[in-house]
């Protein structure tokens, strides 16, 4: 079994920064994909960014230039810069790790608040 915690969320202003960390934990022997969804309210959940096993970052729209995934081992960061109201959500990691069973694993979420 997979489990995964985030951590780092909390209260910003508009055009400040945060740094947002995951670590998995389990019987892993290999990690895939490492993620980070968020969800705001009333909305869908959507991806925000992820990174591949070897290093390859992708980014929604919304973000791309303030926001960076990085993953070290079983661990991801997301470091948000010039944050905005809009990104204001619960934001998850996720985790596809083999144990040797194939999971893909959620964490209970972290809020951002982006407000003045």
């Known amino acids: 079994q997979v489990q995964v915690e985030e951590s780092g969320g909390g209260l910003v202003q508009p055009g400040g920064s945060l740094r947002l960390s995951c670590a998995a934990f389990?019987?892993?022997?290999?990690?895939?994909?490492m993620a980070w969804h968020r969800q705001a309210p009333g909305k869908q959940r959507e991806m925000v960014a992820s990174?591949?096993?070897?290093?390859v970052p992708t980014y929604a729209d919304s973000v791309k230039g303030r926001f960076t995934i990085s993953r070290d081992q079983n661990t991801v960061d997301l470091r948000m810069n010039s944050l905005k109201p809009e990104d204001t959500a619960t934001y998850y990691c996720?985790?596809?790790?083999?144990?040797?069973?194939?999971?893909?694993?959620w964490g209970q979420g972290t809020q951002v608040t982006v407000s003045s």
């Open positions: 990174i591949t096993s070897g290093g």
């Open positions: 996720n985790v596809v790790a083999q144990t040797p069973a194939i999971y893909d694993a």
């Open positions: 389990g019987s892993i022997l290999r990690i895939y994909t």
